[in-house]
């Protein structure tokens, strides 16, 4: 069974940075298809960015060039690296997985963990 470990989480001010990382395990060989996703309270939970097995990544419109996410297949472990944050960038952030063709579209991923929380905050 896979399991998904997010951390970095954390509170941080505008214009601030944060590393998250998601730790696979339980997984025969490499793993592919990750995606990092998010959900502020009272939202719909979105996609913000996945990387392909390639190692092309795809990026909502709202990260705007401020996140780059980036995988160790070798390790299975998927990171992005958050830039210049903003007050709506508040959210639980969910590593996700399974899906082949990498999209942004959480109903394809069948598995999930459990969230880290990103506050951005004066």
């Known amino acids: 069974q896979v399991q998904l470990v997010e951390s970095g989480g954390a509170s941080v001010q505008p214009g601030g940075s944060l590393r998250l990382s998601c730790a696979a395990s339980g997984v025969a060989g490499s793993y592919y298809g990750m995606a990092w996703f998010r959900q502020a309270p009272g939202h719909e939970r979105e996609g913000v960015a996945t990387?392909?097995?390639?190692?092309?990544?795809t990026y909502a419109a709202f990260v705007k060039g401020r996140f780059t996410i980036s995988k160790d297949n070798a390790k299975n472990i998927l990171t992005l690296q958050m830039n210049n944050l903003k007050t709506e960038d508040s959210a639980t952030y969910y590593c996700a997985g399974g899906d082949p063709i990498a999209t942004l579209t959480p109903s394809r991923y069948p598995d999930w963990g459990r969230g880290t929380q990103v506050v951005v905050s004066s």
């Open positions: 990387v392909s097995k390639r190692g092309i990544p």
